[in-house]
Structures are given as C-alpha cells and as structure tokens.
C-alpha cells in the first residue's frame, strides 16, 4: 500500500506570504496526485488533480508541482479565505491513499 | 448540477453491520469513465479512502478494510451502497460519498457527509 507523508503538518503564515506544503509518497505514484482544502465542518474541495491541473474555479493562486514521489502544493500569495486543512491524496494500483493533512493557519 | 447526499443510521452498535446510501443526482453511473467513492474522516484526523465503484460496476477496496466492506450500485435509482461489518468504536466517523471522474481520477464532487457513531 502507497503511504503519503505531508509536511508540515501545521503552518502559520501572514498574509500575503508564499506558503507550500509537501506530499512525499512511498513509491513512484507518476503524476496520480490530488490536492483537496478543508474547512471545519464541511466536505473537502478539490484544489488540484493529476499533480498539476487546476480544478475549475478554483483560484489561481493555487498551483501544484511534481512527479513520481514528490509532490507540491503552493500558495503564492495568501489569503484569509485560506485557513483550512490540506490533504494530499494520491492514486496507485487499484488503490487510493490521502497524506495526513496541513493545517494552514492564518497569523 | 451533481449533488450527493448520505444516509444511514447515526447510531450502531459493536459488531453490527452499518449500510450507508448514498444519493446522488446530475449523473448516471452507467456513464463511462464515472465512479462514486466512500471516504470518512474520524473526529480531528484525517481522510481516509475505503471504497470506490465504477461505471462498469468494478469495484476497489481499501486493502486494510476490505475484508468488511461492500459496495453495491443501483443505477435505476441513483443510488451507491456501502455496506460495513462488524463495527467498532474506532469506525466512529463523518462517512462522505463523493464523484470521480476516470480523467481527473480525484473526487471532485462531495456529499456532505455524514456522522456515524459506534457505541453500545
């Protein structure tokens, strides 16, 4: 079974600031990789898919990056909308697998 | 518009067996390249993916869970089924459905879950 390892597992920033938060899996998952944010309370939202591509309607400030075990989820420049949990979650052989998740907090 | 919706007891107790619908309007799923997916989240941690059926009726499993997990589609009625045995206070949970397209291969639509707890 594929484990995915984020980190960190929280985070403070400003607003404004550049955030990113890695997903590291234990094997090779080629590009299978989605990103999803989290709000207490509610279902989480797809950010990004296939590594890189951004889902429709989400803000472009959003981006993701990577390939084969390493993966990346970047906020280029902070808003307060963006207090939330970010879960990777990755697809390999038949099988699905989310990290642990981020905890963004906004200082 | 795609909207899903869970239902199923709030309530069960250790070592029943807890059935789960989910309900979902928008599309078929004898729709090629579609699939609905059951992941739940515990209180304060995290996602975790236990089962997912396509529009061709195959079907994957969490390799840890699988030995007490079934899904089941109905697609006159729009309906996915998950069915879990053998329940314990550690399956206590928010239980969501969600949609999954084969290009995306990620759930890009979600229910809004729903709260199951485990407790004599």
């Known amino acids: 079974d594929t484990q995915m390892t984020q980190s960190p597992s929280t985070l403070s920033a400003s607003v404004g600031d550049r955030v990113t938060i890695t997903c590291r899996a234990s094997q090779s998952i080629s590009t299978w990789l989605a990103w999803y944010q989290q709000k207490p309370g509610k279902a989480p939202k797809l950010l990004i898919y296939?590594?890189?591509s951004l889902e429709s309607g989400v803000p472009s400030r959003f981006s993701g990056s990577g390939s084969g075990t390493e993966f990346t989820l970047t906020i280029s420049s902070l808003q307060p909308d963006d207090s939330a949990t970010y879960y990777c979650?990755?697809?390999?052989?038949?099988?699905?697998?989310f990290g642990q998740g981020t905890k963004l907090e906004i200082k | 518009q795609i909207t899903l919706k869970e239902s199923g007891p709030t309530l069960v107790k250790p070592t029943q067996t807890l059935t789960l619908t989910c309900t979902f309007s928008?599309?078929?799923?004898?729709?090629?390249?579609?699939?609905v997916g059951w992941i739940r989240q515990p209180p304060g941690k995290a996602l975790e993916w236990l089962a997912l059926?396509?529009?061709?009726?195959?079907?994957r499993y969490s390799p840890s869970l699988k030995t007490r997990l079934t899904i089941t589609r109905d697609t006159s009625k729009n309906q996915v089924v998950l069915i879990m045995t053998n329940m314990d206070p550690l399956d206590t949970a928010t239980y969501y459905c969600?949609?999954?397209?084969?290009?995306?291969?990620?759930?890009?639509?979600w229910g809004q879950g729903t709260m199951v707890t485990v407790s004599s």
């Open positions: 969600a949609h999954l397209t084969v290009l995306k291969d990620a759930f890009d639509i």
């Open positions: 979650q990755q697809y390999n052989a038949y099988s699905r697998t």
């Open positions: 928008g599309f078929s799923l004898s729709t090629s390249g579609l699939g």
């Open positions: 059926i396509y529009w061709d009726d195959d079907k």
């Open positions: 296939k590594a890189s």
